[in-house]
C-alpha cells in the first residue's frame, strides 16, 4: 500500500499570501497518478488537480500542482478567503487507492 | 448535469446490519466506476472500494475487504455499501463518488461526490 503524508498539518496564512503543500509517498507514484481535493466544514471533497499538475474543471487558475515519483506538491499563488479549507492529496496508482492525512489551511 | 445522492442519515446499534444507496443521474451507470470513501469524525478520507457496474468488478482496499460489501443495480442507476454487523467504530460520514473518466484501467480520481451519508453506530 502506499502511504501519502501530507505536511504540515496545519496552515496559518493571511489571504492574498502564497501557500506549497506537500504530499510525499512512500514509494514511486507511476504515470503521475496524484490528485488533490479541497474540502470544507459539511461539504464533499472537491477535485482540483489530477494526473499531478492538470486542473479539474472550473478550478481556478492560482491553484497549481506539481511533482513527479514520490514528492508532490499543491500550490494557491494567492489565497482567496474562499481557499481557507482542508486539502487532501490521493493517489490512484497503485491499489488500494489512498488518501493523505491532509493539512488544514486556516486563517491566521 | 452528474449527480450522486445519497440515502439519509442512519442511526444503528451495534451488531445490526446496514445498507446505505447512492442514486446516480446525468450519465450511464454502467461505464464509470463509483467508490466509497469514509470519514471518521474529524479524521481524513479513506478508500474503501470501488465498483465498476458494467460487470460488476469490485475492488476493496485490504483495510475494508471482508468488513462491507460494495453493489450496484444497473436497473435502478444506484450503487450501495452495505454491512452485516456495524461495530461502533463505523461511526462515520460515507462518501459514495465518481470516476472522473470512463476508462475501465480504474486509474482515475474522484470527480463527482455524493452529499455523504452520516452513519451512527451506539448502543
Known amino acids: 500500500e502506499i502511504v501519502l503524508t501530507q505536511s504540515p498539518g496545519t496552515l496559518s496564512m493571511s489571504p492574498g499570501e502564497r501557500v506549497t503543500l506537500s504530499c510525499r509517498a512512500s514509494?514511486?507514484?507511476?504515470?503521475?497518478?496524484l490528485a488533490w481535493y479541497q474540502q470544507k466544514p459539511g461539504q464533499a471533497p472537491r477535485l482540483l488537480i489530477y494526473d499531478t499538475s492538470t486542473r479539474a474543471t472550473g478550478i481556478p487558475d492560482r491553484f497549481s500542482g506539481s511533482g513527479s515519483g514520490t514528492d508532490f506538491s499543491l500550490t494557491i499563488s494567492r489565497l482567496e478567503p474562499e481557499d481557507f479549507a482542508v486539502y487532501f492529496c490521493q493517489q490512484y496508482s497503485g491499489s488500494p487507492r489512498t488518501f493523505g492525512g491532509g493539512t488544514k489551511v486556516e486563517i491566521k | 448535469e452528474v449527480q450522486l445522492v445519497q440515502s439519509g442519515v442512519e442511526v444503528k446499534k451495534p451488531g445490526e446490519s446496514l445498507r446505505i444507496s447512492c442514486k446516480v443521474s446525468g450519465y450511464n451507470f454502467t461505464n464509470y466506476w463509483i467508490g466509497w470513501v469514509r470519514q471518521m469524525p474529524g479524521k481524513g478520507l479513506e478508500w474503501l472500494g470501488i465498483?465498476?457496474?458494467?460487470?460488476?468488478?469490485?475492488r476493496y482496499s485490504p483495510s475494508f475487504q471482508g468488513q462491507v460489501t460494495i453493489s450496484a443495480d444497473k436497473s435502478i442507476s444506484t450503487a450501495y455499501l452495505q454491512w452485516s454487523s456495524l461495530k461502533a467504530s463505523d461511526t462515520a460520514i460515507y462518501y459514495c463518488a465518481r470516476h472522473r473518466r470512463n476508462i475501465y484501467s480504474g486509474h482515475d480520481p474522484f470527480q463527482h461526490w455524493g452529499q455523504g451519508t452520516l452513519v451512527t453506530v451506539s448502543s
Open positions: 514509494q514511486s507514484i507511476l504515470s503521475s497518478y
Open positions: 465498483i465498476y457496474p458494467g460487470d460488476s468488478d469490485t
